[in-house]
Nanobody
């Protein structure tokens, strides 16, 4: 069974940092590009960052460039999202996706508030 499990969300003050993890199982992890997306209340889900299967190429939404970093460890079957200088508008449920398959994780809540 293909599974993606996110972790690392929580409550953080503006300017703070969090690292999200997404552990994959049930598929050949190093074969697939992966991405992080987020959905805030009342808004559509949007792509935040993506990474190729080798980790050699990354892409970011303009709203997070310079603050977020996507990375992956294929040996650990895990993709990460390091988030820094967090802003209240980053508050959302964050999901990882196995690109090209339509498989999503269950999501992890990130709340940025003082």
């Amino acid at each position: 069974e293909v599974q993606l499990v996110e972790s690392g969300g929580g409550l953080v003050q503006p300017g703070g940092s969090l690292r999200l993890s997404c552990a994959g199982s049930g598929f050949f992890f190093s074969w697939y590009h992966m991405s992080w997306h987020r959905q805030a209340p009342g808004k559509e889900r949007e792509m935040v960052a993506s990474i190729t299967n080798s980790g050699g190429t990354t892409d970011y939404a303009d709203s997070v460039k310079g603050r977020f970093t996507i990375s992956r460890d294929n040996a650990k079957h895990t993709v990460y999202l390091q988030m820094s200088n967090l802003k209240p508008e980053d508050t959302a449920v964050y999901y990882c996706r196995l690109d090209g398959t339509g498989t999503w994780g269950q999501g992890t809540q990130v709340t940025v508030s003082s």
